[in-house]
């Protein structure tokens, strides 16, 4: 009698352990869908990367590359006396345009500014700096970043400021040349990187 007072059916048995092992599945289920989804996800990510075109550019010239075509130096050896920033550079090209607009500058300093300001914001390929970089040798290539001013002068004293946003009418000789020196910067940084790129791409250009 004891016995058939405690026997349980089977049925509920398995009624009991059926949602038991059914929650078990579906937690397990939900943990290998995620899992596959999320796969897939990457798989598709890496396989729209692989169908999009590549910056030849970017592919042209590695990080470690730029950073082997620039030396950091020490910034004392970098100061600019006169220019601090662009907006001083836009002023002072601004004042010196005003001062000889109806007068021709008649100090040789008055000249040399003015002169240089012209190669600065308008480079002229019948200016005859340009014309003589086929005698341009053993150069430093210096970054003022302050100013966006990268400044090429050489041993025999021929000074070249530029804009880093502007082209300018150098050949490709010395264009190479700047290269092989080295770029020597303050600091390693976007607008160092982005001129040596140009610089780069200007000189493989005419191979290809």
Request: glycine residues 2%.
């Amino acid at each position: 009698m004891r016995r058939v007072n405690t026997f349980v059916p089977m049925e509920s048995e398995f009624d009991k352990a059926i949602p038991k092992l059914a929650a078990g599945s579906s937690k397990r289920d939900a943990k290998e869908l995620d899992q596959e989804s999320s796969k897939r996800k990457k798989t598709g990510k890496s396989s729209e990367l692989a169908k999009e075109p590549r910056d030849k550019e970017a592919d042209e010239l590695s990080q470690e590359e730029l950073q082997q075509m620039m030396i950091i130096v020490l910034e004392q050896g970098m100061n600019v006396e006169a220019l601090q920033t662009k907006d001083d550079l836009v002023m002072l090209c601004s004042l010196v345009k005003e001062r000889f607009n109806s007068t021709e500058p008649t100090d040789d300093k008055e000249k040399e500014i003015w002169v240089e300001l012209k190669r600065l914001f308008e480079p002229d390929t019948d200016d005859e700096l340009w014309k003589l970089q086929k005698h341009i040798h053993d150069l430093t290539w210096k970054l003022y970043d302050s100013c966006g001013v990268h400044h090429v002068s050489t041993e025999k004293g021929i000074d070249i400021y530029m804009l880093v946003e502007k082209e300018y009418p150098l050949s490709r000789g010395t264009l190479t040349q700047m290269l092989v020196a080295k770029l020597l910067v303050e600091q390693d940084n976007e607008m160092s990187r982005e001129l040596l790129r140009k610089i780069f791409m200007q000189v493989e250009r005419p191979r290809r």
